[in-house]
């Protein structure tokens, strides 16, 4: 992060800390007090949302399905085991 002065290790994720807090607000202050900008992101992640939605919910669904699949016969195998 500094080429001229040497700093300890521990210093560097504070330093970022710092800058991320200095220079990481002003596009918050862009979109709350720019209607054409808020407008624009609003239309921009909906349009992301409604195109990837499908790929999202398929992706989720199947995660979900083996898992109950999964779920399903370990119980199944317990019961088989007990009995």
Do not use: W
Not at 3 to 24: C, D, R, T, W, Y
Not at 42 to 65: C, G, M, N, P, W
């Amino acid at each position: 992060m500094n080429e001229l002065i040497s700093m300890p290790q521990f210093m560097n994720p504070i330093a970022q800390v710092f800058k991320i807090a200095v220079h990481g607000d002003t596009p918050l202050v862009y979109l709350c007090l720019n209607a054409s900008l808020r407008h624009a992101v609003f239309d921009l992640v909906t349009s992301f949302a409604k195109k990837y939605k499908e790929i999202i919910q398929r992706h989720t669904t199947s995660r979900v399905s083996h898992a109950n699949t999964y779920t399903t016969q370990q119980s199944d195998r317990q019961l088989n085991i007990m009995v």
